[in-house]
């Protein structure tokens, strides 16, 4: 292990990153704004010593967060390990500023606060669909830039620098989206009332409760518009106020904010959060000016409510939002429509040809990602019949953690009743890929596990084990199992074989296979 020493302004790591300035220090680790001497362009480095015990886990939590591409979250740009004693994740970098610096000075308007919710949870929906979380989501992981673009920073990482020596279970990956979507809750609460539910966090009090529940927003702040008070109690009441239906999904959470009402902001002249200098940034009440002469001594008096029609429901503001949008441009719209649709289908023409080429070489450079999986089949070649569950084996690559690959049930013995000496799955990339590591979550547990690739020259699935190199293995794996594939690895059929299965009624042994993710370069 080389000697760790503090690292300064001016230390160049990797022989390309010059280090410039010191962001923050947090939890162990610090956040440096680095310039990348090859590209020349600003970067962000977090770094982290290589002797923490949670070193490894940090990196391999960078890594699982490249399978999310939405823009918002900074891409991660690079990995490296021990460098001058660090484990390091560049990023790329981004002139913004915290939200928490912003609420720290006051709360936002009502508009602002539902679009930059919005804008978190649309992104965090798309890394639900990926099986990434945050669980660690609080206003310093927001940033907002000059152009008002939202930011999210912070996922997966965040989670690493809990305390170490943990491994997360198939039920905890169950719960970890419902804390995402509690911090979402949390964080429309603390954009209109510049409180936290719960705690003291990020500099922010603790939003006030009553007989043990916490106070709606409306009735901390005044000003506070009925329908982001209304989607605040849906998140966060257990359950919600008035029989309203709870948000339990990032994407119900945005769908629902980005139609909130417009009505409650008298004035909202922030066409973006540029010039923070500005005194008017965060005014809440509308300067107004007087005209005309003074009012009568005894003024009209106003009608009653109850004559007023009634306001405009979500769903009606919405339909009418969208009229004004195409209004005088419709048939502009439906050349767009149209001309987006021919764009579409050539598009998917020029994919599906090249998906039938051959693959070019490697860039050693590219980044580490999730490898898409062409198609799965089972491996059965010791079998009497070579099937082994076939028909189940396209949903390890679906997406969907309830449903998986079996092998069939034998008796007497984990390892196969004897009978034979595995059994499993083929991978197919598509064409000669770097397999970096392997994911795969089990059902059951211990299973022993072997790793078999077939050489990158291979054209033609494997219908036996002639041929194929094992590359790595573990034994008695849990339900949650990561496997790293030796460097330089390059193939495109990947076998996952079975040779010892977990115990599911007495004398009865089965492995199942509920998710597999393999990562490396294209």
Request: hydrophobic share 35%; charged share 25%; with cysteine.
């Amino acid at each position: 292990m080389s000697e760790r020493r503090s690292l300064a302004s001016g230390d160049v790591l990797a022989r390309r990153y010059e280090l410039q300035d010191l962001v923050s220090e947090r939890l162990g680790s610090s956040t440096w704004r680095a310039h990348d001497k090859v590209l020349n362009r600003n970067v962000g480095i977090e770094l982290i010593a290589s002797d923490d015990p949670r070193a490894d886990h940090f990196l391999s939590a960078a890594r699982d967060s490249t399978a999310v591409t939405d823009p918002r979250f900074l891409r991660v740009l690079d990995l490296i390990e021990n460098e001058q004693g660090h484990h390091m994740v560049v990023r790329e970098w981004a002139r913004a500023f915290g939200l928490d610096q912003l609420l720290a000075q006051s709360s936002l308007p009502n508009r602002r606060a539902a679009t930059v919710v919005a804008e978190v949870a649309e992104a965090l929906a798309h890394a639900h669909e990926h099986g990434v979380y945050h669980r660690r989501l609080t206003p310093r992981h927001v940033l907002l830039k000059q152009s008002g673009a939202v930011r999210v920073v912070g996922l997966g990482v965040a989670t690493a620098l809990a305390p170490a020596g943990r491994q997360d279970t198939l039920a905890d990956l169950q719960e970890y989206e419902q804390l995402d979507v509690q911090a979402l809750g949390k964080l429309l609460y603390a954009c209109v009332t510049s409180r936290w539910p719960g705690a003291d966090v990020d500099g922010l009090r603790a939003a006030p409760t009553e007989h043990g529940r916490l106070l709606r927003p409306r009735q901390v702040r005044a000003g506070v518009s009925r329908d982001i008070d209304t989607t605040a109690d849906r998140i966060l009441g257990s359950p919600p106020r008035n029989h309203e239906t709870p948000l339990r999904t990032a994407a119900s959470i945005a769908r629902t904010l980005r139609l909130s009402g417009e009505d409650d902001d008298l004035v909202d002249d922030q066409p973006s959060l540029a010039g923070l200098s500005s005194p008017d940034l965060l005014r809440l009440d509308p300067v107004i000016v007087p005209e005309g002469p003074p009012p009568g001594l005894e003024p009209p008096r106003r009608r009653p409510k109850a004559y007023e029609p009634a306001p405009p429901t979500t769903l009606e503001r919405g339909r009418a939002r969208a009229r004004r949008a195409a209004k005088g441009d419709r048939g502009l719209v439906l050349l767009g429509v149209v001309g987006a649709l021919v764009i579409v289908s050539l598009l998917a023409v020029l994919v599906s040809r090249s998906k039938e080429e051959a693959s070019g070489p490697v860039d050693p450079t590219s980044p580490v990602r999730v490898l898409p999986v062409q198609r799965v089949v089972d491996f059965d070649p010791l079998g009497e019949d070579g099937r082994e569950n076939g028909d189940q084996a396209p949903s390890i690559v679906d997406g969907k953690p309830s449903t998986s690959w079996r092998t069939s049930t034998y008796f007497g013995s984990p390892r196969l009743g004897g009978l034979k000496d595995g059994v499993g799955v083929v991978l197919d990339l598509g064409g000669p890929r770097e397999v970096t590591s392997l994911r795969l979550r089990l059902v059951g547990d211990p299973t022993d596990i072997e790793i078999f690739t077939a050489t990158d020259d291979t054209r033609r699935l494997p219908s036996s084990r002639r041929g194929l190199e094992q590359v790595a293995g573990l034994q008695g794996a849990a339900s949650d199992a990561s496997i790293s594939l030796p460097r330089d690895t390059m193939t495109r059929y990947v076998v996952v074989w079975l040779t010892s299965l977990p115990e599911v009624a007495p004398g009865e042994f089965r492995g199942e296979i509920s998710e597999v993710v393999v990562r490396g370069r294209s």
